[in-house]
């Protein structure tokens, strides 16, 4: 085992999660390189501890619970979340996946896994859980809307927040109001508990149903009265929810998007790219990636400050934009950088594409902006089938052949296809 470290190491140096073993009474036997950007300690000096000596104090009782858990033979192997307390004590959330593994004759039982680090994903989630609750209490504290509904869904009474919610009047049918309103998102949902009403038949649910009525979001439930005699039928529970549906939507464009350009931003075209990929070998359709990045770019934030910069950055985002076709993507991948993926595309357009985006940007007019000295554009270029069908190995391609623009003088575009000569111009 020790002689396959290594070997090891070298496989993991790369990989964001920590890949790690232990020794079956706890202490660290192999740690990764990733475990000192994660923890803050090196690999060194923790190898030989307990793995509970990093672990937060209150989630120690549970990872050891786990740990005899895997020892006895209870578990195979584990998933959970802890958190760890880093060198400079700040305290980060993991996910943990361990199994227990042979070791070599002196170790006998290990166990090796896994560590990575969510301590962005529980952060966003403990945002969007306030934001919730903030707003669910808010909502708690203003009047709900009430109609009470006959059999075949006739309304009996409506309260005058109802009334103001969804337009109806008492005595009309909720039914005929759905007709006349289509189509409204979730009526087929109501419209069925309506049919359940009517049939005497259980219609409560789980989840709320959602009902856009206009411009708003309604959440509705219905219940059925309490058998008596001449009071059958049901009550309908109306909340507006449309302040939390812009919440989430508000929430979920900023954990997407760059702030300063609005782009895609590159955690999100990290989720994108295998999606798209796995669109292409379904589909035997190539397409390209383009590394785009703003030559001398340096030397505009040093000679007109980061305000003139980010100007900058903002205005050549919107006229690479501008040239992106339907179903293109284009994301800030970082400081200057843009990323291109253009679905469904042949080299040769890729190609055209590419040169109208660095004709774009060196002709664009700046005026007295920058008083010369106007940044272009590099841009390296690779297409799957054609150059690599690794869709990981295509985006270091497209990365060399950035580099290789630069090195040619800059402002052009380069492809590297294995094979065949490099091309640039």
Request: net charge negative; charged share 25%; proline share 5%.
């Amino acid at each position: 085992m020790q002689d396959e470290e290594p070997r090891l190491a070298d496989i993991t140096t790369h990989l964001r999660d920590v890949v790690f073993r232990t020794h079956r009474n706890g202490y660290w036997c192999y740690l990764s390189p990733a475990w000192a950007h994660m923890t803050g300690y090196t690999v060194v000096e923790s190898l030989g501890t307990h793995l509970l000596d990093i672990v937060h104090p209150e989630d120690r009782p549970m990872n050891l619970k786990v740990k005899q858990s895997l020892e006895i033979g209870k578990t195979s192997a584990s998933r959970h979340v802890k958190r760890m307390v880093r060198k400079d004590g700040r305290v980060i959330h993991v996910e943990v996946d361990v199994r227990m593994a042979e070791g070599d004759e002196d170790e006998g039982r290990v166990s090796v896994g896994t560590i990575r680090d969510i301590t962005e994903r529980v952060e966003m989630e403990a945002r969007i859980d306030a934001e919730r609750q903030r707003h669910e209490s808010i909502l708690a504290a203003l009047c709900e809307g009430v109609a009470s509904l006959s059999t075949d869904g006739r309304i009996r009474y409506l309260n005058p927040a109802a009334r103001e919610m969804t337009g109806w009047e008492a005595g009309q049918c909720v039914g005929d109001m759905l007709a006349i309103d289509e189509p409204l998102n979730g009526a087929n949902g109501l419209r069925g508990l309506l049919t359940a009403l009517s049939a005497g038949q259980p219609y409560r649910l789980p989840q709320p149903i959602q009902l856009a009525v206009g411009s708003r979001w309604l959440e509705l439930r219905l219940a059925p009265l309490a058998p008596a005699p001449g009071e059958d039928g049901g009550v309908l529970v109306i909340r507006d929810v449309s302040g939390e549906q812009e919440l989430l939507a508000r929430l979920r464009h900023q954990a997407e998007h760059d702030a300063l350009t609005g782009l895609t931003n590159r955690r999100a075209m990290h989720d994108i790219l295998p999606h798209s990929h796995d669109q292409a070998t379904r589909t035997g359709k190539p397409y390209a990636l383009l590394i785009c990045d703003l030559d001398h770019f340096k030397s505009v934030n040093d000679r007109h400050g980061h305000a003139v910069g980010d100007h900058v950055l903002q205005t050549v985002a919107l006229r690479l934009k501008h040239l992106m076709r339907p179903g293109d993507r284009l994301a800030r991948w970082g400081g200057e950088e843009f990323l291109c993926l253009l679905p469904a595309t042949e080299p040769a357009a890729a190609w055209s594409i590419a040169t109208r985006l660095c004709h774009e940007i060196a002709t664009h007019a700046w005026g007295d902006t920058l008083d010369g000295g106007a940044p272009t554009l590099s841009i390296g270029m690779a297409c799957w089938p054609q150059d690599l069908s690794d869709p990981e190995k295509l985006m270091l391609c497209a990365d060399d052949a950035l580099y290789q623009a630069k090195r040619s003088g800059r402002n052009r575009v380069w492809r590297i296809s294995p094979g065949h000569p490099a091309q640039g111009a």
